[in-house]
């Protein structure tokens, strides 16, 4: 049997585990909106994509707004209505 301190350790050390990846991933989200906010577009666009890549709705929503704009990479907007999309499916 499993004594209360083991499990509670497993769990909190499951719990790091999982959670280190999503901090990682706002850590950049965040840097990228902190760039844009600044108008470093090209770091913005850097940061934000590899979140866009990994899903994040609003990174999405934010590569899109750059590229239709042409800020921090080249205006298309057949590639920003597909980030647009992709956002949109998830609800933002």
Do not use: H
């Not at 108008?39 to 899903?55: C, K, N, V």
């Not at 800020?71 to 907007?77: F, H, I």
Request: aromatic share 12%.
């Amino acid at each position: 049997m499993i004594s209360k301190r083991a499990s509670a350790c497993a769990f909190t050390t499951a719990a790091l585990l999982v959670g280190a990846p999503i901090a990682a991933a706002y850590a950049d989200f965040a840097a990228g909106k902190a760039a844009f906010e600044r108008r470093d577009y090209r770091r913005a666009y850097q940061e934000l994509l590899a979140d866009a890549q990994r899903g994040n709705a609003e990174a999405e929503y934010m590569i899109g707004e750059m590229t239709a704009d042409g800020l921090g990479t080249a205006r298309s907007y057949q590639l920003a209505a597909r980030w647009y999309a992709l956002s949109a499916a998830k609800g933002y």
